[in-house]
């Protein structure tokens, strides 16, 4: 059974997914809500098993079918693989039970779809190949679009028509970009690419670059770079709070992608092809941040202000990208794991705040008070310490990681201002947000709902998760650092006849 972990994280939300939409787990809601939590629980437990797996051996390959490189379709587990998949199934745990209360009767099918969304987001962390990545990423966007749309209503079909225009555009580069890297290279699997790169036929080292740079442009709308980031806010602001809280991992995969193909294919070692998006990177990740703090001192809503939060959080992790040490991708990792997880928090308690507010909802406005004002009060508080980066919550650690990577490369003039000034600006927003929605209430509260068990159980989760960060940040560093390692090394798969684990009828 181990010899077929790296394949879990992919079978569980596919079966899990089909079942959730066929008799007799269909026919009733509650049903569908214990379902999906032990399927996200075992996909939990299969991703931490992988974890430690790859721990102990290093990197897995799993060959499906048999099929051997570069023809088959390669699933590779390596250190950084791991740490994402593990985020992606406890983020998914937590938005299954806050989903669980009440937001799965606002519309159909809500259960099997944050299964398929898992689905494309971790088979994107698993893939091998370039082309399957971008399999991956439809599955995705296909499942994001229906849960975006989830409950209906005039804002949300604005948002998910911005929001589906842009990716099918991105999805169409993206094939336009396979074509000349196949053409080029001869080849989509990534081991293969990596070892060709330095070696390519020098007629077309220009096309080659052409695609590099096209791949930049779609992994940079899938991560919101600027200026490719103006689906996000609306985007994230619309969608029901849990399905905000999955959706703080997507932008994610643009990072990831950007760190396996752009830093380890065209990475120091790629010839002509070497740090070819580097020079893009830098003035696009200071954009990006710079972007991301004006919206957030504009923000008017605690979706709207946690979305633009969002854009802060992949501002400073594309300077990490950019800046491509092992210290930078070590300190990135870390703070990529804590802003997803905070950024979800936030847009969890963003929900609860809503149900209590009456119409008033999230916006910045004098309101009547919420139901349970102590309780929705330390929970946003947390999420706002995690935010702002303050200690003794994880996100200290993860921007002290950031400018330490900054100093040691000499760049710290670029980095550290930005990097500083975004958490003076969450602060300052923040702080505000809070008084309005806590302290200038007018009145009893508008309505007596109070929070469900299963709501504050996910909510916990996400907290409790953050001070473990603080607890465990030298084991989490550590991990990170080997698998920036990794990165640096080469693709570890490089060599796959060696290392390859049997899959399918002939295992």
């Given at each position: 059974?181990?010899?077929?972990?790296?394949?879990?994280?992919?079978?569980?939300?596919?079966?899990a997914?089909?079942l959730?939409?066929?008799?007799?787990?269909?026919?009733?809601?509650?049903?569908?809500r214990?379902?999906?939590?032990?399927?996200?629980?075992?996909?939990?437990l299969?991703?931490i098993?992988?974890?430690l797996?790859?721990?102990?051996?290093?990197t897995?390959?799993?060959?499906?079918?048999?099929?051997?490189?570069?023809?088959?379709?390669?699933?590779?587990?390596?250190r950084?693989?791991?740490?994402?998949?593990?985020?992606t199934?406890?983020?998914?745990?937590?938005?299954q039970?806050?989903?669980?209360?009440?937001d799965?009767?606002q519309?159909?099918?809500?259960?099997p779809?944050?299964?398929?969304?898992?689905l494309?987001?971790?088979?994107?962390f698993l893939?091998?190949?370039?082309?399957?990545?971008?399999?991956?990423?439809?599955?995705?966007?296909i499942?994001?679009?229906?849960?975006?749309?989830?409950?209906?209503?005039?804002?949300?079909?604005?948002?998910?028509m911005?929001?589906v225009?842009?990716?099918?555009?991105?999805?169409?580069?993206?094939?336009?970009a396979?074509?000349?890297?196949?053409?080029?290279f001869?080849?989509?699997?990534?081991?293969?690419?990596?070892?060709?790169?330095?070696?390519?036929?020098?007629?077309?080292v220009?096309l080659?670059?052409?695609?590099?740079?096209?791949?930049?442009?779609?992994?940079?709308?899938?991560?919101?770079?600027?200026?490719?980031?103006?689906w996000?806010?609306?985007?994230?602001a619309?969608?029901?709070a849990?399905?905000?809280?999955l959706?703080?991992i997507?932008?994610?995969?643009?990072?990831?992608?950007?760190?396996r193909?752009?830093?380890?294919?065209f990475?120091?070692d790629?010839?002509?092809?070497?740090?070819?998006?580097?020079?893009?990177?830098?003035?696009?990740?200071?954009?990006?941040?710079?972007?991301?703090?004006?919206?957030?001192?504009?923000?008017?809503?605690l979706?709207?202000?946690t979305?633009?939060?969002?854009?802060?959080?992949?501002g400073?992790?594309?300077l990490?990208?950019?800046?491509?040490?092992i210290?930078?991708?070590t300190s990135?990792?870390?703070?990529?794991?804590?802003?997803?997880?905070a950024?979800a928090?936030?847009?969890?308690?963003?929900?609860?705040?809503?149900?209590?507010?009456?119409?008033?909802?999230?916006?910045?406005?004098?309101?009547?008070?919420?139901?349970?004002?102590?309780?929705?009060?330390?929970?946003?508080?947390?999420?706002?310490?995690?935010?702002?980066g303050?200690p003794p919550?994880?996100?200290?650690?993860?921007k002290?990681?950031?400018?330490?990577a900054?100093?040691?490369?000499?760049?710290?003039?670029?980095?550290?201002?930005?990097v500083l000034?975004?958490?003076?600006?969450?602060?300052?927003?923040?702080?505000?947000?809070?008084?309005?929605?806590?302290?200038?209430?007018?009145?009893?509260?508008?309505?007596?709902?109070?929070?469900?068990?299963?709501?504050?159980?996910?909510v916990?989760?996400?907290?409790?998760?953050l001070p473990?960060?603080v607890?465990?940040?030298?084991?989490?560093?550590?991990?990170?650092?080997?698998?920036?390692?990794?990165?640096?090394?080469?693709?570890?798969?490089?060599?796959?006849?060696?290392t390859?684990?049997?899959?399918?009828?002939?295992?």
């Open positions: 059974m181990l010899q077929h972990l790296p394949v879990l994280p992919l079978l569980i939300p596919l079966i997914g089909i959730l939409l066929a008799p007799p787990l269909a026919t009733t809601l509650q049903r569908q214990v379902a999906g939590l032990v399927f996200a629980l075992l996909q939990l299969a991703a098993g992988l974890l797996q790859v721990q102990q051996q290093g897995l390959v799993y060959a499906m079918g048999e099929w051997q490189p570069p023809f088959g379709i390669l699933l590779v587990a390596d950084l693989a791991t740490i994402m998949l593990t985020l199934s406890f983020l998914l745990l937590c938005v039970l806050f989903s669980s209360a009440n799965d009767q519309g159909k099918f809500l259960h779809l944050l299964m398929f969304q898992a494309g987001i971790q088979g994107a893939t091998g190949d370039i082309f399957n990545l971008f399999v991956f990423f439809e599955v995705l966007l499942a994001s679009y229906a849960l975006l749309i989830h409950g209906g209503g005039a804002q949300k079909t604005l948002a998910n911005h929001y225009t842009l990716n099918l555009a991105g999805s169409a580069l993206f094939l336009f396979l074509g000349i890297m196949y053409g080029t001869g080849t989509l699997n990534m081991a293969d690419m990596q070892q060709r790169a330095a070696h390519i036929n020098p007629d077309d220009q080659a670059k052409s695609g590099a740079m096209l791949l930049l442009v779609v992994f940079g709308l899938k991560s919101a770079m600027m200026p490719l980031h103006f996000l806010p609306r985007a994230y619309a969608a029901p849990p399905v905000a809280a959706f703080a997507m932008t994610k995969v643009g990072i990831y992608s950007l760190w193909v752009h830093s380890s294919i990475g120091d790629a010839g002509e092809l070497a740090n070819i998006a580097e020079p893009w990177l830098w003035p696009l990740a200071l954009l990006t941040l710079a972007t991301g703090i004006l919206a957030t001192l504009a923000s008017k809503t979706r709207s202000l979305a633009n939060l969002v854009i802060v959080s992949i400073s992790l594309l990490m990208v950019a800046l491509n040490t210290e930078s991708t990135g990792l870390y703070y990529l794991v804590h802003s997803t997880l950024t928090l936030m847009f969890l308690v963003a929900g609860l705040i809503i149900n209590q507010r009456g119409k008033a909802e999230d916006r910045f406005v004098q309101a009547r008070s919420v139901a349970q004002p102590r309780l929705l009060g330390i929970l946003f508080f947390l999420a706002a310490l995690a935010l702002i303050m919550i994880s996100g200290f650690i993860g002290a990681l950031m400018l330490k900054a100093l040691a490369s000499g760049q710290a003039s670029w980095i550290w201002p930005p000034i975004s958490s003076l600006a969450a602060l300052i927003m923040l702080s505000r947000s809070g008084g309005t929605l806590f302290w200038r209430a007018r009145g009893e509260s508008a309505s007596k709902v109070t929070s469900h068990p299963a709501q504050l159980a996910a916990s989760l996400l907290v409790i998760a473990l960060m607890i465990f940040a030298g084991t989490i560093t550590e991990y990170a650092q080997l698998a920036a390692q990794d990165m640096k090394a080469g693709l570890n798969f490089a060599k796959p006849l060696s390859t684990v049997p899959g399918g009828d002939g295992a």
